[in-house]
């Protein structure tokens, strides 16, 4: 499993904590210290000296880059993802390995993400926006013949997990090319980049499922301003995903452009699955900043792009390694 993290050393001892009580009888973890200005997280995986936990350092910066560099260090058959603010369960091995058991057509299993607390307001108004949550029923989709009765289907991928609890099948990960590494946190285009790996295993003609029973608990963080952040960072993140799939499927743009007017008025309505229930919750300058952000997203994913250029393998409109 990978776990990214940049100066956090005691979210990480915690997650870490939380990785050595699995209920699993093989596995090892891979620590991404990303773009690190001290020497605080190499030291504390050196003082844990257990030999399933690797260290890896990756001097460019962002969670998707450090997330490809534990890929390619990677060496099980299938990767799990969590972030360094996180505790998982100690079955979430055990259940996201049998996601992968009973169907063969599965490449991606994402899981139940739980609140670790919810003492501040901060933290109460950004579970309710997050939708972290996404039910206790498993759920399998692919591109064709399961796919579910949402019309924005595979574009709203993410109402089925996020890459604070995800896992892949290793080698199909790599012949997708990995996570974009324009888009994601600690990029211009600051997310975005687990809902295009989501996107690209079901373009390539694979299963995701929705294994409820592989929980983990995420931190949220407990003051306004870092909300305020957040809520800016969702939106450029969310127009900066749209921008980065129809750039490496461009098959699926005519689509795109015919679903728009619905795809808007998700994003955008109050009323709409996204945004129901949230009146009264999320503040309005906190909408706006948002929507802000949506509007910027296409042009930092450009910009993020651009700077990022021959970082990472192109993929066709199928989603192989071009």
């Known amino acids: 499993m990978i776990v990214a993290s940049r100066e956090r050393p005691h979210h990480l001892a915690a997650c870490l904590d939380s990785l050595a009580r699995l209920d699993y009888p093989a596995y090892e973890v891979v620590v991404v210290d990303n773009a690190p200005v001290s020497g605080t997280t190499a030291e504390l995986v050196r003082q844990r000296a257990e030999p399933y936990i690797r260290y890896a350092r990756e001097d460019r910066r962002g969670l998707a880059a450090a997330h490809n560099h534990g890929l390619r260090l990677a060496g099980g058959t299938v990767v799990a993802f969590t972030d360094d603010d996180v505790i998982v369960d100690r079955h979430w091995l055990t259940e996201i390995a049998q996601a992968f058991r009973v169907d063969p057509g599965v490449a991606c299993v994402t899981g139940l993400i739980m609140p670790a607390e919810l003492q501040t307001r901060a933290q109460i108004m950004l579970e309710a926006h997050g939708h972290f949550g996404k039910g206790y ?186």
């Open 137 to 322: 029923e498993r759920r399998v989709v692919d591109w064709r013949t399961r796919r579910p009765a949402d019309p924005l289907f595979p574009f709203t991928a993410g109402r089925l997990g996020s890459g604070a609890n995800m896992a892949f099948d290793r080698d199909t990960l790599r012949r997708l090319g990995g996570f974009d590494p324009a888009i994601g946190a600690g990029t211009v285009a600051r997310g975005g980049d687990d809902l295009a790996s989501f996107f690209a295993v079901l373009a390539a003609g694979r299963r995701l499922a929705y294994q409820p029973g592989a929980l983990v608990w995420h931190r949220h963080r407990r003051d306004a301003a870092s909300l305020t952040d957040q809520a800016y960072g969702y939106g450029v993140g969310l127009g900066a995903y749209v921008a980065s799939i129809l750039a490496d499927h461009p098959s699926v743009i005519g689509r795109a452009v015919r679903l728009a007017p619905a795809g808007l008025a998700y994003v955008l309505h109050q009323d709409s699955p996204r945004n129901a229930g949230l009146a009264g919750i999320w503040p309005r300058h906190l909408v706006r900043l948002e929507r802000r952000g949506m509007l910027f997203g296409p042009l930092a994913y450009g910009v993020s792009r651009w700077r990022t250029r021959g970082a990472r393998p192109r993929r066709d409109a199928a989603g192989a390694t071009a």
